[in-house]
């Protein structure tokens, strides 16, 4: 199975700060690799979907690059509306595999 | 708009039974793939298995953690997509998401229910 590893697993940052989350893929998924945004209490959000496709309605601030084993995303200014946990997701191999989750705090 | 509601979530019994059912509206179900995605309490997302459109022939995929214990299944004449549970063990207690795969090589899952919940404990 691909494993998935996302680093931090938590970060705290003020409003406006440029807030990066890594995720590593344990082999090469090309640029199959989604990003989730998950508040409690809320239907699971498409951010970023082939790496570095904004999903639809996805605010400006939210980006995502990489390919193959090392992907980002990247908010360029956080809003409180931001908080909640980010998940990544490899679609290239059965069985999908998601990442441990980075909770994104407010300070 | 999309919507995709899940119900039949609830507490049963370790080696019971349970069928989740997913509600779909906004767009032609029988377009898409399907998959179910599950979150235990304090965990992170899981994939459950995904059940292919017509064209693929209906095939399915499991996680390891479920093959031989769950079966996904779709009708496409009621726009609806199901999960049944068999011996359930409490590790399988979790919210359950119904999610629509995007149309691309290797789908994303671009649209998601609330979750239904399902707790099984004795």
């Known amino acids: 199975d691909i494993q998935m590893t996302q680093s931090p697993s938590t970060l705290s940052a003020s409003v406006g700060d440029r807030v990066t989350i890594t995720c590593r893929a344990s082999q090469s998924v090309s640029s199959w690799l989604a990003w989730y945004q998950l508040k409690p209490g809320k239907a699971p959000r498409l951010l970023i979907y082939q790496a570095s496709t904004l999903g639809g309605g996805v605010p400006s601030r939210f980006s995502g690059r990489g390919s193959g084993t090392e992907f980002t995303l990247t908010i360029s200014s956080l809003q409180p509306d931001d908080l909640a946990t980010y998940y990544c997701q490899q679609s290239n191999f059965y069985p999908l595999t998601f990442g441990g989750g980075t909770k994104v705090e407010i300070k | 708009e999309v919507q995709l509601v899940e119900s039949g979530g609830g507490l049963v019994q370790p080696g019971g039974s349970l069928r989740l059912s997913c509600a779909a509206s906004g767009f032609s179900f029988s377009d898409h793939y399907m998959d179910w995605v599950r979150q235990a309490p304090g965990k992170g997302l899981e994939w459950v298995g995904r059940?292919?459109?017509?064209?693929?022939?209906?095939?399915?995929e499991y996680a390891a953690s479920v093959k031989d214990r769950f079966t996904i299944s779709r009708d496409d004449s009621k726009n609806s997509l199901y999960l049944q549970m068999n011996g359930l063990k409490t590790e399988d207690t979790a919210v359950y998401y119904c999610?629509?795969?995007?149309?691309?090589?290797?789908?994303?899952?671009?649209?998601w229910g609330q979750g239904t919940l399902v707790t099984v404990s004795s």
């Open positions: 059940i292919r459109k017509k064209s693929g022939s209906y095939t399915t």
């Open positions: 999610s629509r795969a995007d149309r691309t090589a290797h789908p994303a899952f671009d649209h």
